[in-house]
């Protein structure tokens, strides 16, 4: 490529991102050619966002439904432990009772 080719490639590229950038009419009020500035960008980044915080929203909830159901299994558990203590101490105490007494 010649040096005039690069500039004239340059400026023709430079004038297209001129006309697609610019605010006002690109000839003097014929064919009225703008970029619009459009919403799409912002209001993904809000649905993007607004889907993470309910994500996150969602698993707190669930964390703590499953921790108030572990909490009641522990206890069921402890309960259901002491009791069954109490029935085998209450096994052995006549188990030992009888054979002190043989």
Avoid: C, H
């Avoid at 023709?12 to 009225?32: E, H, W």
């Avoid at 206890?75 to 054979?99: L, M, Y």
């Amino acid at each position: 490529m010649t040096p005039i080719l690069k500039i004239d490639i340059i400026e023709a590229s430079l004038k297209i991102s001129i006309i697609f950038f610019r605010r006002t009419p690109v000839d003097g009020g014929g064919a009225k050619i703008f970029m619009k500035k459009t919403l799409i960008g912002p209001i993904l980044t809000v649905l993007a966002m607004l889907l993470l915080a309910g994500m996150f929203i969602y698993f707190y909830v669930s964390l703590n439904r499953l921790d108030k159901k572990l909490i009641a299994v522990q206890t069921a558990i402890a309960d259901d432990s002491g009791k069954i203590s109490a029935i085998v101490n209450f096994f052995n105490a006549n188990a030992n009772g009888q054979t002190n007494q043989k």
